[in-house]
């Protein structure tokens, strides 16, 4: 096994930081080599956000859930889809480029490209020794957040990224069985076979919270994603995302 799957299959969330900002070098390192991931055609549909600005990560934190490590970490960055340099690109070719811009399948193209990037802009950070969270409560408040980072018209930011020195070390938490997510030909269909993988991933994951909590919590993966699942949350996504005339068509 080399390095790189090492790296790969040793990823784990940190929600604690050291109090040590990262160095300009490796901000500008991680948003290099987020910028040498895929995109399709070419496009490049994203923008990163970096904050610096201690009163904005607070503001962030909050909106998040109060979430600590939002305020607290090496540096806090903000990914965004980003179609409105594209509406420039119209204008200065003299094409018309909204229909194209605000069809779902460009928005589809955006939020790719951004999930592309910032993967790598983790790998990037993991290989040098940082920890990493990803922060999706950031879309509690989409309105609030457009707001404190001045985006544009066709700017959506989807999530937060925190970065630092972990403080402490953290379990690696146990993803589904290679069977349940891996599909050769077509997709398995068998729910019985799937029930059985869902089954087998309940235990696992049940003695991995006893044993994280000393006992104290024991739940399985499916009550978690229910009880998740049956409360809805961000029901506003639709009307907003086409308040930034993207998805439109």
């Known amino acids: 096994m080399n390095q790189s799957i090492e790296l790969l299959l040793n990823h784990r969330s940190v929600r604690k930081f050291e109090d040590k900002p990262l160095t300009r070098e490796q901000i500008e390192t991680i948003v290099r080599c987020a910028q040498s991931a895929s995109t399709s055609s070419f496009i490049q549909a994203y923008s990163i956000i970096g904050i610096t600005d201690q009163e904005k990560k607070n503001k962030l934190a909050q909106i998040a859930g109060d979430q600590n490590y939002v305020a607290n970490n090496g540096h806090f960055f903000v990914f965004c889809a980003d179609l409105s340099r594209h509406e420039l690109v119209g204008e200065m070719e003299n094409k018309d480029v909204h229909p194209s811009i605000e069809s779902t399948e460009k928005f589809m193209v955006a939020l790719i490209d951004t999930a592309l990037a910032a993967q790598n802009a983790v790998i990037a950070a993991e290989s040098m020794g940082l920890g990493i969270c990803y922060i999706g409560g950031i879309r509690n408040n989409l309105e609030d957040v457009c707001n404190l980072l001045k985006t544009p018209k066709r700017v959506i930011p989807l999530f937060g990224l925190a970065v630092g020195f972990p403080a402490q070390n953290t379990d690696k938490k146990p993803r589904l069985p290679l069977q349940s997510v891996y599909h050769e030909n077509e997709y398995h ?61």
């Open 189 to 249: 269909q068998d729910k019985e076979e799937i029930r059985n993988g869902l089954e087998m991933y309940n235990g696992i994951i049940s003695e991995y919270y006893f044993k994280r909590t000393d006992g104290k919590r024991n739940d399985t993966w499916t009550s978690q994603m229910a009880n998740m699942l049956e409360k809805q949350s961000r029901m506003y996504m639709k009307e907003f995302v086409e308040k930034l005339e993207l998805n439109l068509k």
